[in-house]
C-alpha cells in the first residue's frame, strides 16, 4: 500500500492485487492490537542482512519522522512505550485506513480478494494471471511478505517469483521467535513458565537488555524474540544474569553475607528462579562459607549463564522471517532487480529482518516508498 499510494500519487496507474480477503491484517494484529508501526532509533544497525548496508538509503530517504509525520497528518494518536516503539492510542486499524486512504488519494486500483496464478514476461513488462483476468504491467512490485503466520495470508509465493526470475534468496528462516528448551533443560526450568527476569542475552553478535520469560516449552519474552534473530540453530545463549557492572558490584558485596547463595540472590532475581538456579549450579550454603574457587565460579556462571536452545517454536509463531530475496541482486536505491528490469521487492519478502519494536514496519514502509518513487 505504501508503494501504490507513493507511485499513484505521482500519478502512476497502480493497482494491488491482494488474495487474503483482509486488507492489512498483519498491521490489525500487530502490536497487540495497537501496531508499533516504527521505532525512532531506526537505523541499519537495527538490521540483519546478508548484506547488512543495503537497507540504509531506503531507510535515510523515508524515515520513522516521515511516517510519524504520515500519522499526524492523518490525525492518529501515538505513544512512545520504551525504546523509541511508537504504539497507536486506539486501534492499529488507523494505520490500515491510514494506507487505504492514501492509496485513494493516488487513484490506486484493487483487486481483492484475488489469486495470482502466475506471472509471465513479455516486451516491456510483464503479464500477471489473476483470479480475475490477466494484468498487464510494465513494472512488477512483489511485496508478499514472509512465512509467518501462514493462516492469515502467509506464502512462499515472493521467493517463488524470484526463483522464476533467476533472483536468488537466502533461505528462509523464522526470527523474533520464542525458542524452545530440550527436555531436560524443561525438566529442570519448566515449571518456571510465566516467570519474567531482565538480563542481558547475547549470541552470536547480538546483544540485549531487556525481560526474559520462562514458558511451557522453552523461553521467550523480549531479549529471547530479539536474539533468536541471532541464534543460527546450534550455539548456546550466554545469559548475563547480572546485568551492568552495578550487577556485578552488588555480588561481590555479598561474599561476607551469612544468608544462603539462593536467599542473596532472591534479592535480584524471582526467587523460584533463583532456587532452581542454585540447586542447579550446586551454589549451596552460606555465602561467607563458599570458598573463594566458588564464588568465583557462581560469579562467572550468573554472569555467563549457558542455555542450550533445542529450537524455535516456527514460522507459526515467529513474528518475522529471517532471510528472503538477496540483496545483492537489488538495487538499494529502487528496489529493483538489477537484472530483471520492472520486477522489484519490498518488505519483508527481502532478505532485510529488523529487531523487535517497529523496525520491520519502518523497513516495509521505507522500503516501499524507495519502489514507488520509481515504478
Ligand atoms: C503477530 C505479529 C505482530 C507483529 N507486530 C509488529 C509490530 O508491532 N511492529 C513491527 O514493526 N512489525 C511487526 N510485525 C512484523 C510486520 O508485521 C511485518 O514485518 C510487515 O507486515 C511486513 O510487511 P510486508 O508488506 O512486507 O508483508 P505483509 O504485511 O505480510 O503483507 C503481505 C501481503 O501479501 C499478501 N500475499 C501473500 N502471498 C500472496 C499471494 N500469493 N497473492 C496475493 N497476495 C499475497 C498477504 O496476504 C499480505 O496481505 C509483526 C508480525 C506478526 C506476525
Known amino acids: 500500500m505504501m508503494c501504490a499510494a507513493q507511485a499513484g500519487q505521482r500519478g502512476r496507474r497502480a493497482l494491488i492485487v491482494e488474495h487474503y480477503h483482509r486488507l492489512g491484517e498483519k498491521i490489525r494484529i500487530s502490536g497487540g492490537g495497537r501496531c508499533n508501526f516504527t521505532n525512532l532509533g531506526a537505523s541499519p544497525a537495527g538490521y540483519l542482512s546478508q548484506n547488512p548496508d543495503f537497507c540504509r538509503s531506503a531507510l535515510a530517504r523515508y524515515t520513522a519522522r516521515d511516517f510519524v509525520a504520515l500519522v499526524e497528518r492523518h490525525g492518529i494518536a501515538y505513544h512512545e512505550k520504551k525504546l523509541g516503539q511508537l504504539f497507536c492510542d486506539g486501534s492499529a486499524q488507523a494505520i490500515v485506513a491510514m494506507l487505504k486512504s492514501e492509496c485513494d488519494r493516488g487513484g490506486v486500483e484493487w483487486r481483492m480478494p484475488c489469486a495470482v496464478s502466475g506471472i509471465d514476461r513479455v516486451d516491456g513488462g510483464f503479464i500477471v494471471a489473476t483470479g480475475d483476468g490477466p494484468v498487464r504491467t510494465t513494472s512488477l512490485v512483489i511485496a508478499t511478505g514472509g512465512l509467518t503466520v501462514p493462516k492469515i495470508g502467509a506464502t512462499p509465493f515472493g521467493y517463488k517469483v524470484a526463483e522464476q526470475f533467476g533472483v536468488s ?96 540472590l532472591a534479592q535480584r532475581l524471582p526467587r523460584r528462579f533463583a532456587e532452581i538456579w542454585c540447586a542447579v549450579h550446586d551454589a549451596a550454603g552460606p555465602m561467607a562459607r563458599l570458598p573463594d574457587r566458588r564464588f568465583v565460579a557462581i560469579e562467572a556462571a550468573l554472569r555467563c549463564w549457558r542455555v542450550q536452545p533445542g529450537g524455535t517454536l516456527g514460522f507459526n509463531k515467529a513474528e518475522v522471517t ?54
Request: proline share 5%; charged share 15%; glycine share 12%.
Open 169 to 264: 534468496v537466502v533461505p528462509p528462516r523464522p526470527a523474533l521467535v520464542p525458542l524452545a528448551l530440550a527436555p531436560e533443560w524443561l525438566a529442570r526450568y519448566g515449571d518456571l513458565a510465566g516467570v519474567a527476569l531482565d538480563a542481558e542475552v547475547s549470541c552470536n553478535g547480538g546483544r540485549f537488555r531487556e525481560n526474559i520469560l520462562f514458558t511451557h516449552r522453552g523461553l521467550s519474552g523480549p531479549a529471547i524474540l530479539q536474539i533468536s534473530s541471532y541464534w543460527d540453530g546450534k550455539s548456546p545463549l550466554a545469559i548475563d544474569l547480572l546485568p551492568d557492572a552495578a550487577g556485578a558490584t552488588w555480588f561481590r558485596d555479598q561474599r561476607t553475607s551469612a544468608a544462603h547463595v539462593d536467599n542473596v
Open 322 to 375: 529471517l532471510g528472503g530475496v538477496d540483496t545483492r541482486e537489488l538495487s538499494s536505491k529502487t528496489m529493483g532487480a538489477t537484472r530483471v528490469t520492472g520486477l522489484f521487492f519490498i518488505g519483508e519478502v527481502v532478505d532485510v529482518t529488523g529487531w523487535l519494536g517497529g523496525y520491520n514496519f519502518q523497513w516495509a514502509w521505507s522500503s516501499g516508498h524507495a519502489a514507488g518513487e520509481v515504478v
